[in-house]
């Protein structure tokens, strides 16, 4: 056999073969439930208002962040509920999450520098999934803009095949979840405050990968919810408040 066919096996092999085994990743029952999120979506739409009111917001500028293939779009519903709570929340300006990029990091910055402008108060990042990675490693470089970050449902510990979505991250960015292309320490904590929320419902993100150990997060809290719904249930979105208020306390 030709050694280019080789190589080219190996370079398939590594994006889409190899990996945990299916006992190391959520259940299929669990990744199933993400389909409620027609459900979810539908029942905080209804329960907006009530929502917004037990939020106690108070008029920190937020950024969200979204997960691996979604938009800003995914978050309008989280970010008009936290806005009318009295934050004053922000999308990340950068359409559709397609994976990381080389300048990721520094099209966030760009991003927190005009949120900042005409109020030097630092941001808090609020990032779901992939999203909760941009937001660590930016929080890591640019900690005097950061007052803090929020992690929904993001796999920053343990083995970065442990989900369901490592194959479609590596098809979509063109890299390698152990090589991504701008430096990355997944498990080492930022040096501002964090908390991660995780779910044993998730389905997409190995729990116990969400969750962090200790050093690795400040907080952790528990939330029932699937990897979709912690952008799009009630659930997820009060639990978005929840650690708000926890780490502004």
């Not at 937020?62 to 519903?77: N, Q, V």
């Not at 509920?81 to 009295?86: K, Q, R, S, V, Y």
């Not at 949120?115 to 030097?120: A, L, T």
Request: hydrophobic share 40%; net charge positive.
């Amino acid at each position: 056999m030709p050694p280019y066919v080789d190589a080219v096996s190996s370079f398939w092999k590594d994006r889409f073969l190899s990996g945990p085994t299916a006992a190391e990743r959520p259940s299929l029952q669990h990744l199933i439930g993400n389909f409620s999120l027609p459900r979810d979506l539908a029942r905080t739409r209804a329960q907006a208002a009530s929502l917004a009111a037990r939020i106690d917001g108070d008029g920190r500028p937020i950024l969200l962040i979204p997960g691996l293939m979604a938009s800003e779009r995914r978050m309008d519903l989280m970010r008009h509920i936290l806005c009318a709570a009295g934050y004053d929340a922000h999308d990340w300006g950068q359409g559709r999450n397609f994976g990381p990029r080389p300048d990721s990091l520094e099209r966030i910055d760009r991003r927190v520098d005009a949120i900042r402008r005409g109020n030097d108060a630092p941001v808090t990042l609020v990032g779901w999934s992939l999203g909760g990675l941009y937001a660590r490693e930016y929080a890591k470089v640019a900690a005097e803009k950061v007052a803090g970050v929020v992690t929904l449902g993001t796999p920053f510990s343990g083995d970065p095949r442990a989900n369901h979505a490592w194959r479609l991250y590596q098809f979509v960015s063109g890299f390698s979840v152990d090589r991504p292309p701008f430096p990355c320490a997944r498990e080492e904590k930022p040096p501002v405050p964090t908390l991660a929320l995780w779910s044993r419902r998730d389905g997409v993100i190995l729990p116990e990968c969400a969750k962090g150990r200790a050093g690795e997060r400040d907080k952790a809290m528990e939330v029932d919810c699937t990897h979709m719904g912690f952008a799009a249930a009630p659930e997820g979105i009060l639990a978005v408040g929840r650690a708000l208020a926890a780490i502004r306390d």
